[in-house]
């Protein structure tokens, strides 16, 4: 005859825990505020590390090509764009050994910069957004950055590289290197709207 569990308890003791009781470990459980707090430290990181690429290649290297240019800016630091005259004179300034030093930053910091900060914005904007179309519109902005980043550095390889200077491509590079830097600060002014954003979703109180 099975014993029923006042029976079993009495035999095997009060403390005893019935066989069929399952043991739940909740070491592992990740709260709601842990995981925020992973969330807030990947920005952190990631935020810091997009300034100092944007310093190292921006600020430092691509100012310290001027020394192998005669004063020539880069292409890349041009805000505003160039013309056919400068490219033309930024040619016959730099040798193969310039050009070469100019294309090894452009694939590594100026590829990581573009990268690492639009990984970030993505990131800061889905954190903070909640409502989805917003995070939407927003999230065009760094992807657009990083694509014509990628896209302006590949062009300016090769105007700078090629036997016969053509004006087309010219024009076009200066295009993508106007337009990467005006998606630069559209995604700035983005990530200022999502912390906004952010900021009053957790002010908001809580209904219930």
């Known amino acids: 005859m099975a014993k029923t ?19 739940v470990n909740t070491s592992t459980g990740r709260s709601p505020q842990k995981a925020q707090g992973n969330a807030n430290l990947i920005l952190i990181v990631g935020a810091v590390a997009s300034l100092l690429l944007f310093w190292y290649f921006h600020m430092l290297t691509l100012q310290q090509m001027t020394d192998l240019s005669d004063g020539l800016a880069m292409p890349q630091s041009m805000v505003f764009g160039f013309d056919v005259a400068h490219v033309e004179a930024l040619r016959a300034a730099m ?7 100019l294309n090894y930053v452009q694939k590594t910091a100026g590829t990581l910069f573009a990268l690492v900060f639009a990984f970030t914005a993505v ?5 903070n957004v909640a409502k989805k179309s917003v995070r939407w519109v927003l999230w065009i902005l760094p992807i657009a950055f990083a694509g014509i980043s990628l896209w302006a550095n590949a062009a300016i390889d090769s105007m700078l590289g090629a036997e016969t200077l053509n004006e087309g491509t010219v024009l076009l590079t200066s295009a993508l290197v106007s337009a990467s830097w005006l998606l630069l600060v559209l995604t700035l002014a983005g990530i200022g ?4 954003a952010g900021r009053k ?3 908001a109180p809580v209904q219930d």
Do not use: E, N, W, Y
């Open 123 to 127: 990131t800061m904007i889905a954190v």
């Open 5 to 23: 569990p006042a029976q079993r308890a009495a035999k095997h003791g009060k403390g005893a825990t019935p066989p069929s009781t399952p043991v």
């Open 201 to 203: 979703k957790k002010a």
């Open 95 to 101: 040798d193969a050994d310039a050009l070469g030093q």
């Open 193 to 196: 709207v999502a912390l906004f």
